[in-house]
């Protein structure tokens, strides 16, 4: 049982005994610590107490607690900041162990108008079955109620001190003070024309607690040209801190401009409830509410047209924030596109549903009768015939009925026409939904609207966002190099993973993946091709166009996304291969119907020309390919062409056709390439400095500094940390560098030619 001796401090102490399996008995492994929960913003109120924050103390070992009954304990104090006390009207707190009954014992005593002093045992005989996850650690909450604020700024630190070891000294923020001040806002902002009209609510928030006081009053302006109707009905209610104190709220209209908000004498400070309050002038009850119960606005020969903003401001209190709201527009024409849903679509596939949006007027006959809406969708996609966007008035009429292509668009234009002849006497809006489209392979990122005509909507809308169908992949990235001219060379493995399930078709004539090689770069072998994660099921898969192409057929797609692996990549270069790096390219679909079998087909569903065509399934391929990725780098060794080969277990190399001898020929090791230090150096064109005390090699090139140490992996280029997966060495009393990692530090490529064991540099 856990006592507590003082009224005035609100202490809630929660004991969590969270216990996992497995933890030897063992001693403490570190003090206990003080985390704040809870810290809210206040302002200082020397008359009445607030609820402050909460702070959270975890002891990691509680068998580090003396038991009770044995004479000892620790002691923890607590200190509250400088201007706070505890309140002497504070009741004493009910607390209970909230998991395991009387785990703790701990025993308060206020020591001072600021400090409380926590006596800590523990209850060797529990009433609850102890420690049940056997972790043996302890915690307990306090949260400070009831305190007095008399001043101070910034954050409220709660002191923790102690002469044991168990609780080291801390400090934990338990609240936040400064000067609060108010927020004014329109719930809406409504239409008015030359009858004026009523508005929307009108809702004052106080930031902190206690920025509003008794008989504050608070004034609301209107500009010139317009005036305030009748306010006799308006309801003016409190929420949040001033709930229930509706009564204390009172409007009186001073002239035509003004009308003031009062708040009477009996007016209760929202820091008694440690709640912001709020003030709403008008019905806050939603579709309950007539209009008698807002405020009217009249509209004078005088007024501009635009928006009409209320002056909110007070003589009374410099804490109400002066504010410009806007509450409608007057006579002002304009039409709003606004986004209320999105979708997710897949680049290549059709039939896809975009989100909702809506064309809204903002006062009656924005859009121009008889005149013209358009809607285009980006490059790289198409509305899907019969499944045009449907048109549905959410309030005022139904302005416009169905939408037609526009010609020469290509699909991606559509029109409407604005009735004449219907109701405008209400601001319509219209929401345009289900609409249907199709995108091509490659596209991603964001499908957005144009809304363009001559009725006078502008601007652009988000529907929907493309995901394209498969990303690719290359290990290692960008490939190894290849010898321009040689057979059977090796080149990176490649995926083609779904970036979300089903991305990959299987379909009647949608059913392959066809990967094309550059010109002139064949497939050596057939690849390896394997479903490396996901249920896709690969049904066949060869090598096509002499080699130029591998094809991959599609048994069943997939329900959750699948990654295509191709490995044992081998590929043999002609000699009119240009150097740079050698695509695999997913293969566009070429042609229509009679293309069928040719092209990524599993990757283009493609689109239908008319409505003719979409019955009979007859569709229209794009011209765009899924993606591609560089699976090899060709290097060409050429005389005088900056090119160095060295020769695993040769001590002759070539520079630029030019032999030479070292002193020490390379090896492999770990299956990586090590090159005499000297020797490498001198192919990079880099000067290289040894330093035996910190065994470390340097080599220094333009504005390119590379920096090795002996027997680590770590290295840096220009300071900027890197890592390898093998280290360099000194062997036969020579320092080994890493080839490739070397090399690619001053940007040069890398090759290899297995048939001779040849590295090969070429800058």
């Known amino acids: 049982m856990i006592k507590i001796r003082n009224r005035n401090l609100s202490l809630i102490l929660v004991l969590a005994m969270l216990m996992t399996m497995f933890v030897g008995v063992g001693t403490a492994s570190a003090a206990a610590t003080y985390e704040t929960l809870t810290a809210p913003s206040i302002i200082a109120d020397p008359d009445n107490p607030q609820d402050l924050g909460s702070v959270i103390v975890t002891i990691p070992d509680k068998r580090v607690l003396p038991e009770e009954g044995t004479g000892y304990a620790e002691y923890l104090t607590i200190s509250l900041p400088s201007g706070l006390s505890f309140s002497p009207d504070s009741l004493p ?3 209970t162990d909230q998991q395991e009954a009387g785990e703790l014992k701990i025993v308060g005593r206020q020591s001072s108008a600021n400090t409380w002093d926590l006596m800590i045992t523990r209850n060797p005989d529990p009433a609850s079955p102890a420690d049940p996850f056997k972790d043996n650690k302890a915690d307990f909450l306090i949260q400070f109620n009831k305190i007095l604020v008399k001043n101070g700024s910034g954050n409220l630190d709660v002191t923790f001190a102690s002469s044991g070891a168990v609780f080291p000294m801390g400090t934990a923020t338990i609240a936040k003070i400064g000067e609060g001040n108010t927020n004014t806002l329109a719930k809406s902002v409504k239409n008015l024309s030359d009858a004026g009209g009523f508005i929307d609510s009108i809702i004052i928030v106080e930031t ?47 002239d035509d401009q003004l009308m003031e908000l009062k708040i009477g004498a009996g007016f209760v400070k929202s820091t008694a409830q440690t709640t912001p309050g709020r003030i709403v002038i008008g019905s806050d009850d939603g579709n309950a509410a007539t209009t008698n119960d807002f405020l009217s606005i009249n509209v004078d020969d005088t007024a501009k047209l635009g928006e009409v903003e209320v002056n909110v401001s007070s003589k009374t209190n410099s804490n109400v924030t002066s504010q410009d709201v806007v509450v409608a527009n007057y006579g002002e024409y304009g039409i709003e596109l606004i986004e209320k849903t999105t979708t997710e679509v897949i680049a290549g596939h059709n039939v896809q549903k975009i989100g909702t949006f809506a064309i809204k007027e903002t006062i009656p006959n924005s859009l121009v009768q008889n005149r013209t809406v358009v809607i285009e969708l980006p490059a790289g996609c198409k509305w899907v015939p019969n499944k045009l966007p449907v048109v549905k008035n959410v309030s005022g009429s139904k302005l416009i009925d169905n939408f037609t292509f526009v010609n020469g668009s290509k699909l991606r234009a559509i029109k409407a026409t604005v009735k004449q ?23 991603s990122g964001p499908i957005e609207l144009t809304i363009s ?64 090689l550059d010109p002139g770069v064949y497939f050596a072998k057939k690849p390896v091709v394997t479903v490396e994660e996901g249920n896709l099921e690969i049904d066949s898969y060869k090598t096509i166009a002499g080699g130029n192409a591998l094809e991959i057929n599609i048994k069943y797609n997939s329900t959750k996304p699948s990654v295509i692996k191709v490995s044992e990549v081998y590929l043999t270069l002609n000699r009119t291969v240009p150097e740079g790096p050698v695509l695999a390219t997913l293969a566009y679909v070429e042609g229509d119907v009679a293309a069928n079998t040719a092209g990524s087909s599993a990757l283009d569903e493609g689109y239908y020309k008319d409505a003719a065509a979409q019955a009979a399934d007859t569709p229209t391929w794009s011209r765009v390919s899924a993606g591609d990725v560089v699976i090899a780098t060709t290097i060409t060794p050429a005389q005088g062409g900056g090119t160095t080969s060295f020769t695993i277990g040769s001590n002759i190399y070539t520079v630029n056709g030019l032999m ?15 090159v005499p230090m000297r020797y490498l150096g001198e192919a990079l064109g880099a000067e290289v400095v040894w330093d035996d005390a910190a065994r470390t090699v340097t080599l220094t090139k333009d504005d390119t500094t590379v920096v090795f140490t002996i ?53």
């Open 660 to 674: 030479k001898v070292m002193d020490v020929a390379p090896y492999i090791k770990n299956d990586r390439t090590y």
């Open 711 to 763: 027997g680590s992996t770590s290295y840096t280029v220009n300071g900027e940390a890197k890592t390898a997966d093998v280290a360099p060495e000194i062997a036969n009393d020579r320092t080994m560098l890493p080839a490739r990692y070397v090399a690619e530090a001053f940007d040069a490529q890398v090759g290899w030619d297995a048939g001779t064991r040849t590295v090969l540099i070429q800058q």
């Open 421 to 443: 002849g219907v109701d405008r006497t209400s601001a319509a809006e219209l929401e345009l939904k289900d609409g249907h489209i199709y995108v091509e392979p490659g596209f």
């Open 93 to 95: 707190p009910a607390i």
């Open 208 to 254: 902190t607690p206690g920025v509003l006081k008794a008989n504050d009053v608070i004034e609301l302006r209107l500009p010139s040209g317009f005036s305030w109707g009748p306010h006799a009905g308006v309801i003016v209610k409190g929420g949040w801190g001033f709930t229930g104190q509706d009564a204390n709220f009172t409007l009186n209209r001073q």
């Open 453 to 516: 005509g001559s009725a006078g909507a502008e601007g652009t809308v988000v529907v929907a966002e493309c995901v394209k169908a498969v990303e690719l992949t290359a290990d290692p990235e960008k490939g190894p190099g290849v010898i321009i001219g040689e057979m059977n060379q090796k080149a990176a493995d490649f995926y083609i993973t779904e970036t979300v399930k089903g991305a990959i078709l299987k379909k009647t004539n949608r059913d392959r993946i066809l990967v094309e």
